[in-house]
């Protein structure tokens, strides 16, 4: 861009010579080409706003102001009009210069600020409230008729008489394509056996000029050559024979539709133009005012999908009456589609219900004979199962009965089987989609992705749900996995290229059903730096994630790559580190789980990694755990980490200090392992960590490391409803840490550890766990509800001296011989028992 403007030097060249290449000209930040618009100077999409009321502009809606102050992008009705110069002496103006100041509330709202963007206006602003009104007005109409206007009209008798004559013409067509078939597939059988005939037959006669009569043998072999030679090529030509029939009659078949299709919008079109007439007394032309027969043009939606409902909950109420029709068998797709109608208020709603039937059928199971009459229940859906008519024309032919305009769009997918970074040659990967026009835009629906059925129980009892990000699809999201042939099918204001749609990541629809967004721009082949490639996720909730990491080179096997990558989740964010064995290509797979405790992961998105460093960049192995960071137990229990949100802690020379916050009686318990890379003779790392402190609303954690390496802490606690005492309680794990120890600690000397009554007490002295022997050692601790303190040192008790400020202490000879020693406390007049706080080791 900027060598396009370079060689400018006419008046208001400024405003693009400032632009520096790939930013945005409002909000400054890269702009990335699958969110990019261009009008001489780059926009995100979402940018692309009027500058003074926020309308979402479009590339034949903006206009462009430059000749005044500031140059930016406008509506038609926002568009500054200059009608001169005013200056502060002009009539008037010094007046208003001194009136009274506006609130900076309602200022920023009219120009903006950093933190509330001149286009963020609030619901009670004019124009938006109008547009409320007019969404409004639009969820309450259809553009071409609700079931009581088709009612009341008689479009649903007209509809069957048409759909009589369809059904005789597509009859014909379906025997044609069979007496075609059986006739092609009989000359295919007659080519073979003659041209087999001729080949035995010039055998022979070569054999019995070399041969003598009499040696049959010879003859037997070269006979069965010939007949495996001539069973393969029949297969071969046949099946390449079938496929190319089937691939004739889906086209056949498809054109058919279409024209059908077409035949049935305009005779609704028809209808609602003789209903104005009537209703006019006045003279219509020949052609129907409302021409549904003629495509919409081809523009991106003038609205996200959120504009039209915010989740699908909203549509429960046609979701549950679509189930109990697609209980029932209909003979006729009139009948089928005058039930889904029945209920709907407007295009959506009607679109809504035939997704939802198609994707509640599973066609795919349909047992159909050759034998049905197209007039059974299941007659109508023939052509699915006979492979001649697609999820998609279905969706078009029921979308026409309904009134609404369809397109099957024909491109390349990312589908099954398609990993990171592959190129799309010949019919590989090749798919078709749909479009439906539906309030004043096109909007992608998919009902063949859709209809993937997922299994799911609920009270015992199970039933499917389909994939609800394939229905009202927004370009931005849907161009990760589908490219049209057509550019414009893009549904996009600048149309990436083909190779720009390989360079994006595979993203599958769990991805954007659970609210995931990328944190940064990140192309589909990640290169290592430095060892490691780092990819970060913004979730709106706590989700459970899992990956798989595969190395183009077949001699690394599973568990070479083991432990290769990691994850962490700091508060709204989830960060993948992948750390490769060694230079090379990988392929990395996360998925995604919404319930905690489901064993089932779905596909969210993957990625193609290149490695191409040296051995003295590449990592050590990660602890195998399956991730760091906080559980949805951690929330329930109103547990929060205080100091240390991020799981990954690195350490060096220094102990670290783990604060929580921690209701009183909530139990803890926790584990601290050393996992490499260096050998050690430690066998209890137990003992590096300490619990320093516990009051009433936190607990302290002091983490030590002896030696170098990675080290995992890991925090559990009992879910709701279970005591301490209950024996079949089991701890669950709350908060997971990785330690990450570049230098070890200056003191490697083991912790104390803290007994169960610890809560509410301070250990000053010695902060060690072990305690050489044949020394006289001070013991200082504060308890302030103990009534007396001892040390337990073999067999020998030693009673503290109680000092001011619930300070206890006593100094202890420590003996010649290795034993525990534990401080306890008695916190009752009523019982002589002491209770253990704090343990050592004498040695």
């Not at 010949?426 to 998919?446: D, H, M, P, Y």
């Not at 490391?705 to 279970?722: A, D, E, N, T």
Request: glycine letters at 6%; hydrophobic letters at 35%; one cysteine or more.
């Amino acid at each position: 861009m900027d060598d396009q403007y370079s060689s400018d030097s006419d008046e208001g060249d400024g405003f693009y010579s400032s632009q520096s290449k790939d930013t945005c000209y409002r909000c400054q930040k890269r702009v990335y080409p699958v969110e990019r618009v261009d009008v001489g100077v780059l926009f995100h999409r979402r940018c692309f706003r009027c500058r003074v009321c926020g309308l979402q502009l479009t590339l034949r809606t903006f206009r462009w102001q430059q000749d005044g102050q500031p140059a930016d992008v406008y509506c038609h009705g926002h568009l500054p009009k200059i009608v001169g110069i005013i200056n502060k002496d002009a009539i008037g103006i010094q007046s208003a210069l001194n009136a009274p100041k506006l609130g900076v509330h309602l200022n920023e709202q009219i120009r903006g600020g950093a933190f509330n963007p001149g286009w963020q206006y609030d619901a009670n602003a004019l124009e938006f409230s109008h547009q409320r009104e007019l969404n409004h007005q639009r969820k309450q109409r259809t553009s071409f008729g609700t079931y009581q206007d088709f009612e009341s009209l008689g479009v649903f008798d007209a509809q069957t008489e048409l759909e009589r004559r369809q059904q005789e013409e597509e009859d014909r067509l379906y025997s044609q394509l069979t007496l075609e078939r059986r006739k092609r597939i009989n000359t295919l059988e007659s080519e073979i056996k003659l041209e087999k005939e001729k080949s035995v037959k010039d055998l022979i006669t070569n054999i019995e000029k070399k041969i003598e009569k009499t040696n049959k043998v010879g003859l037997e072999k070269e006979s069965q050559k010939i007949e495996e030679i001539y069973k393969r090529k029949r297969e071969e030509k046949l099946k390449y024979l079938l496929e190319k029939l089937s691939e004739e009659e889906k086209i056949r078949v498809s054109q058919l539709i279409e024209k059908h299709s077409q035949e049935m919008l305009f005779l609704i079109a028809e209808k609602l133009c003789l209903s104005e007439v009537s209703s006019s007394d006045s003279d219509c032309s020949s052609s129907p005012s409302v021409n549904l027969c003629r495509p919409p043009p081809v523009a991106p939606p003038e609205f996200r999908r959120s504009a039209l409902f915010k989740n699908p909950g909203e549509l429960d109420h046609i979701d549950e009456k679509v189930l109990n029709i697609a209980k029932t068998d209909y003979s006729s797709f009139t009948v089928l589609v005058k039930s889904l109608m029945q209920d709907c208020t407007c295009d959506l709603e009607k679109a809504r219900a035939i997704f939802r039937w198609i994707c509640l059928k599973d066609l795919n199971k349909i047992e159909i004979d050759d034998t049905v009459s197209s007039e059974s229940p299941l007659g109508i859906l023939r052509g699915i199962k006979q492979g001649t008519e697609s999820y998609h024309d279905l969706f078009k032919r029921l979308c026409s009965y309904a009134g609404l305009y369809c397109e099957i769009i024909k491109g390349y997918s990312k589908g099954a089987g398609y990993k990171p970074g592959m190129k799309f040659e010949g019919t590989k990967f090749r798919n078709s989609w749909t479009a439906v026009f539906l309030e004043g835009s096109w909007c992608f629906i998919n009902c063949n992705w859709g209809a993937r059925h997922v299994k799911c129980t609920q009270n015992a009892t199970f039933y499917y749900r389909s994939d609800e990000f394939y229905f009202i699809t927004d370009p931005e999201d849907h161009i990760h996995q589908h490219f049209p042939d057509i550019p414009k099918w893009q549904l996009l204001e600048c149309p990436v290229t083909l190779a720009e749609f390989i360079n994006l990541p595979v993203v599958k629809s769990p991805f954007f059903n659970h609210g995931i967004k990328f944190a940064n721009h990140y192309d589909c082949t990640q290169y290592t730096n430095k060892g490691l490639v780092v990819l970060q996720f913004n979730i709106p909730n706590l989700l459970g994630f899992g990956y798989t990491f595969e190395a183009k080179d077949a001699s690394l096997t599973a568990n070479k790559l083991e432990g290769r990558a990691m994850i962490r989740i700091i508060g709204h964010k989830a960060i993948f580190t992948v750390a490769p064995p060694k230079a090379g290509k990988y392929y990395f797979t996360i998925y995604v789980k919404e319930d905690w405790t489901s064993e089932s992961l779905q596909c969210a998105c993957a990625f193609r990694v290149k490695c191409r460093e040296r051995r003295e960049h590449i990592k050590s192995p990660f602890p195998m755990v399956p991730f760091f960071g906080p559980t949805p137990l951690m929330s329930k229990l109103d547990i929060a980490p205080l100091t240390h949100i991020d799981p990954l802690v690195v350490y060096s020379y220094d102990d670290v200090f783990l604060r929580f916050q921690v209701p009183e009686r909530t139990e803890l318990s926790y584990t601290y392992q050393y996992h490499g890379p260096f050998q050690t003779s430690i066998t209890d790392f137990q003992r590096y960590t300490f619990l320093s402190k516990r009051d009433h609303e936190s607990v302290t954690f002091q983490i030590r490391c002896p030696i170098m390496g990675k080290y995992v802490l890991s925090v559990f606690g009992l879910g709701s409803g279970c005591a301490a005492t209950d024996e079949n309680s089991v701890p669950e794990i709350l908060f997971r840490y990785l330690i990450d120890c570049k230098q070890p600690a200056k003191d490697k000397r083991p912790l104390p550890r803290a007994c169960h009554r610890w809560q509410g007490n301070t250990l000053y002295e010695p902060i060690v766990g072990d305690v050489p022997l044949g020394t006289r050692m001070n013991f200082r601790v504060c308890a302030p509800k103990a009534l007396d303190v001892a040390l337990l040192a073999g067999s020998i008790w030693h009673h503290f001296r109680e000092l001011p400020d619930n300070m206890w202490m006593a100094t202890v000879f420590t003996g010649t011989e290795e034993c525990k020693a534990k401080i306890y406390a008695k916190f009752s007049q009523e019982k002589c028992r002491f209770s253990p706080l704090v343990e050592f080791h004498i040695r």
